[in-house]
C-alpha cells in the first residue's frame, strides 16, 4: 500500500481542489485515471484537498458504481445484461467471456489485466448486444461470426421528420457546418420574458419523463431570488431503452449548448452543467470540443459558460435532485420536494434542469416561432418526438416522428416482423403494452388514456417468441441495482421485488407471491421518496394486470 | 434490551457546560446515560465525558471507606501512601473524631491562619457553601479557595475591576445570536465541546463569522473567517491592537462610550504604543490580520467574546481579560442578548464554588469579607457572636500552599481537589505539602494529593448525592442521586455536618446551625443572604435551570447582564502596558510550552484516569510542529524528554501542525509525564493565577524505555 | 396565523408551517414514525407517517408536508395501512427488530407479519466492538440516516461516519471501514443517542445484556490495556 505515489496526483487533481467538494466526483475520475482504482491513501489525500470530510468522501466512492475501492484490471469489460441486450443475448456473451478468462461476472484476472462485470443498459440498445470496453462502446457482437463494431457507436436514426435529429447520423457536427446560433441570436433580441412566453406557448414539455411544461420550468426559475442561477442539462440518460441523448449529443452538441444559452439568457443565469452519464465516455470529449468551438465563437464566455460532469454509474442521478447533489459532490441521493429546483437547486440555488430533448427543442421553437413549432404535432402534444426502437424489429433505431403518429406507425418504419407480444413502454419504469395497443396515437393525451407512460420514449419490442419472465426478472434486477436506498418503500421494495421476479423467472413462486409483488408494487408506487421508486414497480404491476398467468408457478 | 429500574435526571459532573444527563439505572448500576432533547443547555447533545465517562463511580479502587495513615505523619516529612496496605479501615466516628481533634487542637494551638481548606468546583453548591461556612464560622479564616483560582481567576479580577461581576454576563446558546464572536484562549472544542457545536452551528447555519485567536490551530479554525495564531502571552498587544485600530478607524461606539464607561481618555493615551505592526512584532500576528478582526468586531450587529484559559493563566492574566473588556466597551458589544463578555468557566461547579463564598475575598454573593456589613449579615445567618467572623482578607490556593510552613498554614482540609497535579511548578508543592502538620483529604480516590493526607474521608461521586450545580451560564441546576452511596461513603454534605458538629462540640461554640435534613434547606440559607439566589428554589429548578439574578421567588432568571448598567455602575478603562511573559525561550529552553487539556480527560484525572476514557487516551503527548521536529530528529509517536528550569517529562511525540512553529502542547492530566512539573509558578500580581500557558522548555529525543509506560499508546485518526 | 383543514374527517386547526405530523399529534392523533426525530432535520425516508391527501396522487409524509387550509387528510386510509403494513413486512424481513419494541408495537397494531417475506435475503452483518465507549450491531440498523446527520451538520460537525454500499446493500460505514478510534469520531455518543433500534449501544449496556454482572463491567478498564508497538 505505501508504494502508492502521490506525487502523481496533485497535478491531476489541481484544477478541482478551488471546486470544493463540488470537485469530488471529477477529482476522483482523475485520481481513478491514475491508479485504476481508488486506494485509501489516494482517497485521503483527495479528502484533504478539497476539504471533504473522508467518511463523505468514501460513502461517495461507495455509491457509485464506476468508482472502485479495490484493485480492478487494467481493461474492465461491461457487458449489458438489460432487456434489450438481454433478447440478443448478453448472457452468452457473458458466460463466454467468463469462462474464456476463467472469471465470474464481477471478478478480475489474477494478473489484475482484466475485470469482467455486469452492467445495466449501456444506451446502445439499438446496436445490441452491446458492451463497454473502457472508454469504448462495443456493439453487435455477434459470437457466432466472432464480430463487433469497437469505438465511438453508430446512430441509426430514421422517422417521418429530421428536425431535432437534423445533424444527426454523419458524425460530430462542427460548430462551422451547425452554422450560427441563430436561434439564440434571436433569441438574445427579445426580453427573456418573451423568450419563456415564446416557449410557454409552443407548448413544448419536458421529453426526461415527467413531461411538466418546460416554460413554466423557466419562468419560475426567472422569478426565484438568487445570487446565482444554473442551467443544468440532464444527460444522464440511463433509462434501459433510452439511447436519444447519446446520439443528439454525439452527432449534434450545438443544439444542446445553444438550448441552454437561450435557456441562461432567458433566467439570467452565468453558469450551467452537462451532467453526462459515467457510461456515455466516448461523448466527454466530442462534448469538450463543442464547448470550445462555442467559447471562440463567443456563444459562452463570462456571461455563461457550462461545464461538462461526467457521472459515475448511479441510474439515480437522472433524478433531477439526484444529479445536484452528484454535482456537489455527494452521494446521488434524491431530495424531498417541495422545495423544487426552481427556487432551490443545484447549491440551492434557482436552476433549470432540463432533458437534451427538451433543449434541443429550444432552438427549434426560437427559429420557427411558437406558432410554427405548434404546426408539428398535435394541439395537446405539439413537436417533434424521439423513439428508441429497440428489441424484435427488423430497424432498431432513433425515430424522430411528430406526436399524433400511431405506435404502428412507428413500429412500421422500424420494420415489425410479426403482431408484438408485447412493447415496453417509456422503459423500465413505465408499462407494458401488447398488439391492441397498436393503433394507439402517441401523444401524452392519447397514451394516458391508454394508461401507458410515454416516459423517455422508449419502445421495445417483444415478439411471441418471447418468454417475459425473463424480462421482467432482468427488470427486477435493473431496479434493486440501482435504488439509492434511502427511502424505505425502494429501498427494500426493489429487493423484495427482485426475489420474488427471480422466482417467478425459473417458475418456482411460493404461495402468496403474487399478492406480496402487488403489495410490494404498490407501497414503492405510493408512498416512495421519488421517481425511481413511483415507477419501480410500474411495468411489473402492468404486466400483473395483461397476464396474471405469468406469475402462476403452475404454468 | 435492558429496561432501567428508573431514570435519574441530574446536571453532567465534568465540564461548565452542565448538560442535563438521564442515568439509566439497573439494580443500582448506571448502565447508560442519555439526554433530553429539549434540555436548554445541550439540546440532547453530550460529549464523550458527558456520555461514557461516568464509570469511575464503579471503580475498583474506589475508597468507599474512611481511612487513617498507619504510619503517623509528621510535618516535614509527609509522604505519599497510594497503596491500601499504608492505610488502616476505620469507622466514621473514629475517622470525624481524628479530623475534629486535630484541626481543633492545631486552631487552637496556632489560630486561624494556621486553617486553610480548598473547596472543591466539582462538588455541589450545598456542599462548597458548607465547607467555607465551616471554616469561617468555626476557625475564623477566609482562607478559603478552591481552583477558580487556577482557572479563571484573571478574568475575574479584570471583570471585578471593570464592571463589578465576575460571571459570563451572557448565556453560551445566544452565540447563535452573534454576528461576529471571537474565540480566544480556549479550545472550546475539546474543554466546553456542546459549546463548541453551538459556534459552529451558529457559523454553519446562521451565517455567524468566528474569529479564533489562539496559538494552536484548534479544531474550531477550520470553521473560523480568520485566526490570529498569536504567540503564548500576547494578548494584551493584539487586543490593544485591535482596540486602537477600532479608535483609529473611528469605528467606536461613542454613544456607549460616552454613557456607559469611564476612563475613556487615560486608557486612550495607554492605547498609542499598541500598534498593529507592534502587535505584529511581538505576537507574529499579520498586522493586517489584527486590523481586519477589529473591523470585523467592530462593525458587527451583535458581537460577543469567549474566552478560556489562555487569557487568564498568565502572569498578567488579568490585564489580558481587561484587554478583552476594553474591545466590548469600545463597542458597545455588552449589555444585550448576542453580544457579552463571556469567559468560558471550566469546572462544572466553578461558577457555583465561587458563588457560595469558596474564596479568600468574598462571601457567599461576592461580598467582601473585609466590609463589616457583610460579615454582619453572616453572623446573623450563622448565629456568630458580633464582630465574631474575619475581616482578614485570607490566602489564594497557591498561596495556602506556599504558605505551609511553621508559623504558617498547619493544617489543609482539601475536598475533591488535586493540587498535586494542578499546580504549577509540582516539585515544590510536593515540598509544600510535605511541610504540613495535619492534612484531610475528602475525594472519591486517593490522588497524588490525598496520598499525602492523614485521614481520608470517602466522599460519594455526583450520582449519589442530591445538590445543585451553577453552569457558566449561570444557570442553577439540579443534582440527584441516581442510587444509594457505594460502600460506607457519605455525600460531602453529610460528612461536612458530621464534622461541624464534632468541632463545635470541641470548641464550645453556640451552634452555627448543622442540622439539615435535605440539601435545599443548605441553598435556602445560603439564598436568604445572597440576593443572587433569593428567588431560587427546588421547586422551580425542578424541570428547568434558572439563571441568577433570581432576586425574587417569581423572577424568571437574568441570561443577559449589564442591559442598563454595570453593577460598579460605569464601566471601567484600565490602562495596560505590555509585559512579556515571566520566562521567554533562549538558547538553552527554545520552545514556548503551553498546556491544557483534552477531551476525553478532566484535569488532574482523579474521575477520568479511572473510567473507560483513560482506554480511549491512555497516554500524554506532546505536540510539536512537523518542522521543529525535522530540526529535532522527531518523528511522530517518538518518545522525547521535555525539560525546562524546574523539571522534566518523557512522553511520545506528537508532530502535528495543530501546534505552531516555536510551541509545544502537553496536556496536564497525566501524572506519570505531569505537564505541571514543568510549568512555572510565577503569579499574576493581582488574580494569583500562575503562569500556566507560557514557559521556555527544551525537548530531546528520547529512549523507548525511558517513556513511563512504554505498551501504552493512544490510538486516534482525529489527530 | 392559523388554517383550518379536515384530519380524518375531524376539522383541526393548526398554525402555519406546521407539518401535517405536527398537527396531528397536537390534536391527539396518532401518525406514527420511524426515521423522524425532534432533534434531527427530518428526510421523510421511512415513509411509515405517509398520509392521503386528497388532490395528491402519492401519498405524502406528515413529517414535512406542511398543512395547508381546506386540506383533507386521511391518516388510515386503506392505502395508508397497506403501504404502512408493507414496509413493516419489508423491514421485518430485512433486520433484527429486537431491540425495537415500538416498531414491533406498530406490527401489532397493522397486522403485519414478520414472516410475510419468506426467503428474504437479509442485512446481517458482524458486531462491531472496536472501541472503549460503544458497539455498533448494524443488523439492527433500519438506516434511519440519524446518526449520520447527528455526526455531520445536526449536530456535531465531526464527519466519522457515512455510509458505504448502495440500495439494499446500503450500510453506515466509516471511511474504508476503518476502526472507530482511526476515524475522526470524537466518542461523543451523539449517534447512540438518536439510533432508535439498539444497532448502537453503549458498551456497557451491552456488556450487561451480554449477562456481565456490573461487578465484572466494573473491574473491565482497570488494566491497562496492552496495545501492540506500532
Known sequence: MSDIDLTRLHPAIEAYIPLGRSGLLPALHAAQRIYGWLPQEVAAEVARSLEVPLADVHGVIEFYSLFYNEPVGRRIIRVCTDPACGLKGADDILRHLCEHHGIEAGQSTPDLSLTIERSPCLGLCEQAPAALVDDKAETNIDLDAGSYELGRPRSIVGGSLRLLTEHCGNGTTSLAKYGEYIALKKALTMKPEDVIAEVKSAGLVGRGGAAFPTGVKWEGAAKADGDQKYIVCNADESEPGTFKDRILLLDDPHRTIEGMCIAAHAIGATKGYIYLRGEYPYILPVLENALTEARAAGYLGEHFDIEVRLGAGAYICGEETALFESIEGKRGFPRVKPPFPTTHGLFGQPTIINNVETLCNVPLILHEGAAGYRKIGTEKSPGPKLFCVSGDVAQPGLYEVPFGVTLRDLLDMAGLHSAPQAVLFGGAAGAFATFEHLDVRLTFEDLRAAGLPLGSGVVMVFDESRDLRDVLKRLGHFFAHESCGKCYPCQMGTQRQMEILDRVAVGKTLAGDLERLQDVGWTMTDASLCGLGQTAAGAVLSAVKLWPGLFDSGR | ?719 | MTSKLLMDDKEISVEQGQTLLEAARENGMDIPTICFHEATTSNALCRICVVEVEGMRLLQPACIVQAADGMKVQTKSERVVRARRTILEMLAATMDLSDAPEILTLMDEYGARVDRFPEAERRESALKDDNPMYVRDYSKCLLCWRCVQVCADDAQYTFAINFSGRGYETQIGTFFDRAIPETTCVLCGQCVGVCPTGALKPKREYLLEQGMSPQEISVMNTGRKRRKQK
Open chain 2, 1 to 719: 434490551m435492558i429496561r432501567p429500574d428508573r431514570i435519574v435526571t441530574t446536571t453532567c459532573p465534568y465540564c461548565g457546560v452542565g448538560c442535563t444527563l438521564q442515568l439509566h439505572v439497573k439494580d443500582d448500576f448506571i448502565f447508560k446515560v442519555t439526554s433530553p432533547f429539549d434540555s436548554p443547555v445541550n439540546h440532547g447533545n453530550l460529549c464523550v465525558k458527558g456520555r461514557f465517562g461516568y464509570d469511575y463511580v464503579y471503580h475498583p479502587k474506589r475508597i468507599t471507606t474512611p481511612l487513617v495513615r498507619k504510619m503517623p505523619q509528621k510535618a516535614g516529612e509527609r509522604t505519599q501512601a497510594f497503596d491500601l496496605s499504608e492505610w488502616r479501615e476505620v469507622t466514621w466516628d473514629e475517622a470525624l473524631d481524628t479530623v475534629a481533634d486535630n484541626l481543633v487542637r492545631i486552631y487552637q494551638q496556632d489560630g486561624s491562619d494556621a486553617m486553610a481548606v480548598y473547596c472543591c468546583a466539582k462538588a455541589t453548591n450545598e456542599d462548597n457553601y458548607l465547607l467555607q461556612k465551616m471554616y469561617r464560622a468555626l476557625f475564623r479564616t477566609n482562607n478559603v479557595d478552591h481552583c477558580t483560582r487556577l482557572c479563571h481567576a484573571g478574568s475575574v479580577v479584570a471583570l471585578q475591576q471593570a464592571v463589578g461581576s465576575s460571571a459570563m454576563s451572557n448565556t453560551a446558546s445566544q452565540v447563535l445570536l452573534n454576528d461576529v464572536f471571537i474565540v480566544t484562549g480556549s479550545n472550546t472544542s475539546e474543554n466546553h465541546p456542546i459549546i463548541a457545536l453551538q459556534m459552529k452551528e451558529a457559523v454553519e447555519k446562521h451565517g455567524a463569522k468566528m474569529i479564533v485567536v489562539d496559538p494552536r490551530r484548534i479544531d474550531l479554525v477550520d470553521f473560523a473567517e480568520l485566526w490570529l495564531p498569536l504567540k503564548p502571552g500576547t494578548n494584551v498587544p493584539v487586543f490593544s491592537a485591535m482596540a486602537q485600530v477600532i479608535v483609529k478607524e473611528n469605528l467606536v461606539n461613542w454613544g456607549f462610550v460616552n454613557a456607559r464607561t469611564e476612563g475613556f481618555t487615560e486608557f486612550l493615551e495607554s492605547l498609542e504604543k499598541f500598534t498593529p505592526e507592534f502587535a505584529e512584532q511581538v505576537s507574529g500576528v499579520p498586522a493586517e490580520d489584527i486590523r481586519q478582526a477589529a473591523r470585523m468586531y467592530a462593525t458587527a450587529g451583535n458581537a460577543a467574546i469567549y474566552w478560556g484559559m489562555g487569557i487568564s493563566q498568565l502572569s498578567h492574566g488579568t490585564a489580558s481579560a481587561l484587554a478583552l473588556i476594553h474591545l466590548a466597551f469600545l463597542t458597545g458589544h455588552v449589555g444585550r442578548d448576542g453580544t457579552g463578555l463571556n469567559p468560558l468557566r471550566g469546572q462544572n461547579n466553578v461558577q457555583g464554588a465561587s458563588d457560595m463564598g469558596a474564596m479568600p475575598f468574598h462571601y457567599p454573593g461576592y461580598m467582601r469579607v473585609d466590609n463589616p456589613e457583610n460579615r454582619a449579615k453572616w453572623e446573623r445567618a450563622w448565629n456568630i457572636e458580633e464582630g465574631g467572623l474575619s475581616l482578614k482578607l485570607g490566602l489564594t490556593t497557591t498561596e495556602i500552599l506556599s504558605h505551609a510552613h511553621e508559623g504558617g498554614i498547619r493544617a489543609l482540609y482539601i475536598m475533591g481537589e488535586n493540587p498535586m497535579m494542578s499546580e504549577p511548578n509540582l516539585n515544590v508543592t510536593r515540598h509544600h505539602m510535605q511541610q504540613l502538620e495535619f492534612l484531610v483529604a475528602q475525594d472519591i480516590f486517593i490522588n497524588e494529593s490525598g496520598a499525602f493526607a492523614d485521614v481520608f474521608l470517602p466522599a460519594t461521586p455526583f450520582a449519589e448525592k442530591d445538590g445543585t450545580f451553577s453552569n457558566t451560564d449561570r444557570r442553577v441546576q439540579r443534582v440527584r442521586a441516581a442510587h444509594p452511596p457505594r460502600g460506607g461513603s457519605r455525600p460531602d454534605w453529610q460528612i461536612l455536618c458530621d464534622l461541624a458538629l464534632r468541632i463545635e462540640a470541641r470548641l464550645g461554640h453556640p451552634t452555627a446551625k448543622w442540622d439539615y435534613t435535605h440539601p435545599e434547606q443548605i441553598l435556602r440559607e445560603m439564598a436568604d443572604v445572597n440576593p443572587d439566589y433569593a428567588g431560587i428554589t427546588y421547586e422551580r429548578i425542578d424541570q428547568v435551570g434558572l439563571i441568577y439574578p433570581v432576586p425574587t421567588l417569581d423572577h424568571p432568571g437574568t441570561p443577559t447582564l449589564f442591559t442598563e448598567s454595570f453593577p460598579r455602575g460605569r464601566g471601567k478603562f484600565v490602562p495596560l502596558d505590555y509585559v512579556p511573559v515571566k520566562e521567554e525561550p533562549d538558547d538553552e529552553y527554545p520552545f514556548i510550552l503551553t498546556t491544557g487539556r483534552l477531551l476525553e480527560h478532566w484535569h488532574g484525572g482523579t474521575m477520568t484516569r479511572h473510567s473507560a476514557l483513560n482506554e480511549a487516551y491512555p497516554e500524554a503527548r506532546v505536540e510539536i510542529h512537523p518542522a521543529d521536529a525535522e530540526i529535532h530528529g522527531i518523528r511522530n509517536g517518538d518518545p522525547v524528554k521535555v525539560q525546562s528550569r524546574r523539571g522534566e517529562v518523557v512522553l511520545r511525540a506528537t508532530v502535528t501542525e495543530k501546534t505552531t512553529v516555536g510551541v509545544v502542547f502537553i496536556p496536564w492530566h497525566f501524572q506519570e509525564a505531569a505537564a505541571n512539573l514543568l510549568t512555572n509558578d510565577a503569579l499574576d500580581p493581582q488574580a494569583k493565577i500562575p503562569e500556566f500557558k507560557a514557559c521556555a522548555v527544551q525537548v530531546f529525543p528520547a529512549r523507548l524505555e525511558d517513556l513511563p509506560n512504554p505498551d501504552v499508546q493512544v490510538s486516534r485518526g482525529r489527530y
